[in-house]
């Protein structure tokens, strides 16, 4: 079964980081691009950041770009996301995702972590 | 980036009832790049279709998608208790990989 667990949030000021893990089971981890995903409280869905299977490639968007470094850790099965000058704008629910089984980059995402949430005031 | 849009906002509806949810894009998506997420209050999003019309694992077969080029919906052909919820269309045809804003199926 798969299982994605997020861990790290919680209450910062702005300005200050975070780091958020996302500990998956029940695939091969190494084999699989992952993403983050976020959900401002009574809000929509925004796509935050993905890496490759080998972490050479990375992606942000826009709003994140230049503060926010995703990474993983193959041998611990593990995803990271290393969130430095938050905002408010930050603030949200953040889920650890899994594309689809299917090569391409652009996936849709077919497991979803329970998610963390990060508020930043 | 592509900018997805849904309607209604909010669709009224009793049980047993058809549900028609729309996403329009901003721009042509290929329709093999396109989902739909069923989210409850307090949990993460569902996966229920990818590529336009594929069911995802374990998505009731009253659960339908359709579309092209702009405009593709999401089609519950019989409402069940546990299908009120927000629904969220996506592409991921084009990076970034966007969302719509969200269609509320409540009961009416």
């Known amino acids: 079964e798969v299982q994605l667990l997020e861990s790290g949030g919680g209450l910062v000021q702005p300005g200050e980081s975070l780091r958020l893990s996302c500990a998956a089971s029940?695939?091969?981890?190494?084999?699989?691009?992952m993403n983050w995903v976020r959900q401002a409280p009574g809000k929509g869905l925004e796509w935050v950041s993905g890496?490759?299977?080998?972490?050479?490639?990375?992606y942000y968007a826009d709003s994140v770009k230049g503060r926010f470094t995703i990474s993983r850790d193959n041998s611990k099965n593990t995803l990271y996301l290393q969130m430095n000058s938050l905002r408010a704008e930050d603030t949200a629910v953040y889920y650890c995702?899994?594309?689809?089984?299917?090569?391409?980059?652009?996936?849709?995402?077919?497991?979803w972590g329970q998610g963390t949430l990060v508020t930043v005031s | 980036e592509i900018v997805l849009t849904q309607s209604p906002g909010t669709l009224s509806l009793s049980p047993g009832e058809r549900a028609t949810l729309s996403c329009r894009a901003s721009q042509s998506v290929d329709s093999s790049y396109l989902a739909w997420y069923q989210q409850k209050p307090g949990q993460a999003p569902r996966l229920l279709i990818y590529g336009t019309s594929s069911r995802a694992t374990g998505i009731a077969d009253r659960f339908s998608g359709s579309g092209s080029g702009t405009d593709f919906s999401l089609t519950i052909s019989r409402l069940e208790p546990e299908d009120f919820a927000v629904y969220y269309c996506q592409q991921y045809g084009y990076s970034p990989a966007t969302f719509g804003q969200g269609t509320k199926v409540e009961i009416k």
């Open positions: 890496l490759n299977p080998g972490a050479t490639n990375t």
């Open positions: 029940g695939f091969t981890f190494n084999t699989y691009g």
């Open positions: 995702v899994k594309p689809l089984p299917v090569g391409r980059w652009l996936q849709a995402y077919d497991y």
